[in-house]
Each structure stands twice: as structure tokens, then as C-alpha cells.
């Protein structure tokens, strides 16, 4: 049977509940998306000892208290170290210590009666008094774990608010194609989803618009709508000249 100093110093030197296997199951389990379930030890703060809670995120082990638990009934995310959960259910009557030991619940021993069941007849002139033998009280070691104080209860510690993800704004694609008579379409891409497409668009807005955006888009626009005032200037003189060969013809036709 070891001391009380023994047991004390056993206690301290426990690992923590949750081993590396464990801890890389629950990983695994959670990128499969079923949260592990897990019970509370006696260290964990701010909950009752042995209730259960699913694990719903890991953070990073240098943070400490890097599991987000889920307590069963509450709505809330905690954070608690590897120490303050298990993954063994623990069985009815028993709590979980810190370390992963199971310790049993004292059960109410009756106090041990003293009547005997034969009856002894006292003299009724002189009464005999029984004097109690003395008890012999055993050395209490410096090392035996000291009862708590029930006059200073333990303050729990405050919940740490659940860690808030920022949502990501969804990027936007605005893409503007022109061709070499001129004309102009924009495409606009909202995400995954395309809002906009083959929108046609003046030549005139499109140099409005890359006067406003940067010098350099502006210098390539230009000389892209100077290029196709070539072009068109070009079918002009052309189509003129047709009309013009036209007009002709249908005066001798006329003649």
C-alpha cells in the first residue's frame, strides 16, 4: 500500500489525458466532419466534472487551451486544454481526475455501532463509569493532499469567447475586350458566378473610362480606338468610292 506522499507525487507527474494517438484521432475525426465526443475532467474550469461535449475545432498546441469543445445542452464553443477532457466515457459513480486516472466515489459507510446485543446488569449502588481508552493518532505527512477550504471556494475561470472567422468578400472580375473595328463587350465575374456577359459598351466610355483608371491604361486604349479609326475611316473612303462608281453607273444605265 503507498503513502499518501507517494500518491501525491504520482499525481503531479501524470501525463496529460489526451495522448498524441488521441490527439490525431480527433484530428482525423473532424476532417471526416463527426466531432468526437468527450468528458470533462475534474481540471476542467467552468464545467462540471465527467459531462460530456463535442470537439468542433483544433487551434494551434502552442496557444494551450487549443480545443474548441462544444459542452452537450449549450450553444457555446470553450476552449480547454488536453488535460481538461478525456475520451474515455467515465463509468457511472466515478469521476476522471487530471493525469487519466479513475478515482471512485466514496460511498456512505455506516458508523460502526457499539450496542451489544447480551443485556449487563449494573450494581444499582455503585456505578461504574467507563473511561474511553485513548486513541493513538498517526503522523500526518506534509506531502498528504490537504482538504480544500470550504470557506474559499474556487473562482471559475471566464469562458473565452469563441473565435470569430472573417468571411472572405468574393473577388470581382471585370474583363473589357475590344476588336480591331471597334467594338467593345465587358464580362463581369461576381465570384464563381458570371454576372455579366458580352455586354457591348461605346467607344466613348471605354476612353472615359481608362482616362479615370491610370495614365498607362489610358495610353493603350488610345491607341487601340486610334486604330480603329483608321479601320473605319479606311471602310469610308471605301464604301464611298463605291457609291460614287454606283452613282456613275446608274447614269449611263439611265441614259
Not at 484521432?25 to 460530456?52: D, Q
Not at 475586350?177 to 455579366?196: I, M
Not at 469610308?236 to 456613275?248: F, I, N, S, T, Y
Request: no cysteine.
Amino acid at each position: 500500500m503507498s503513502s499518501p506522499s507517494t500518491k501525491s507525487a504520482s499525481r503531479r507527474s501524470a501525463p496529460p489525458v489526451l495522448s498524441d494517438a488521441e490527439l490525431a484521432r480527433i484530428a482525423g475525426e473532424l476532417a471526416e466532419g463527426k466531432p468526437p465526443m468527450v468528458w470533462f475532467t475534474a481540471a476542467a474550469v467552468g464545467v462540471a466534472e465527467g459531462k460530456s461535449g463535442k470537439v468542433v475545432a483544433l487551434d494551434d498546441p502552442s496557444a494551450g487551451d487549443f480545443l474548441q469543445v462544444r459542452p452537450t445542452g449549450s450553444k457555446d464553443v470553450l476552449s480547454f486544454g488536453p488535460s481538461e477532457v478525456t475520451l474515455t466515457k467515465p463509468a457511472r459513480g466515478t469521476t476522471v481526475a487530471p493525469g487519466g486516472s479513475a478515482r471512485t466515489r466514496p460511498e456512505s459507510v455506516p458508523a460502526p455501532s457499539n450496542r451489544k446485543d447480551n443485556t449487563v446488569t449494573q450494581p444499582s449502588t455503585l456505578p461504574s463509569t467507563a473511561t474511553p481508552a485513548p486513541r493513538s493518532l498517526a503522523p500526518v505527512s506534509d506531502d498528504a493532499p490537504k482538504p480544500a477550504s470550504a470557506s474559499a471556494p474556487a473562482t471559475p475561470r471566464p469562458a473565452k469567447a469563441p473565435a470569430v472567422r472573417k468571411a472572405k468578400a468574393p473577388e470581382v472580375t471585370v474583363t473589357l475586350t475590344g476588336t480591331a473595328d471597334g467594338e467593345w463587350t465587358v464580362d463581369v465575374v461576381n465570384g464563381k458566378k458570371r454576372s455579366v456577359k458580352g455586354m457591348a459598351v461605346s467607344s466613348a466610355a471605354v476612353a472615359q473610362a481608362a482616362k479615370i483608371l491610370h495614365p498607362e491604361v489610358e495610353e493603350v486604349v488610345a491607341g487601340i480606338l486610334e486604330a480603329a479609326r483608321g479601320v473605319q475611316q479606311a471602310k469610308v473612303a471605301q464604301l464611298q468610292a463605291e457609291l460614287e462608281a454606283a452613282r456613275k453607273l446608274l447614269e449611263e444605265l439611265g441614259d
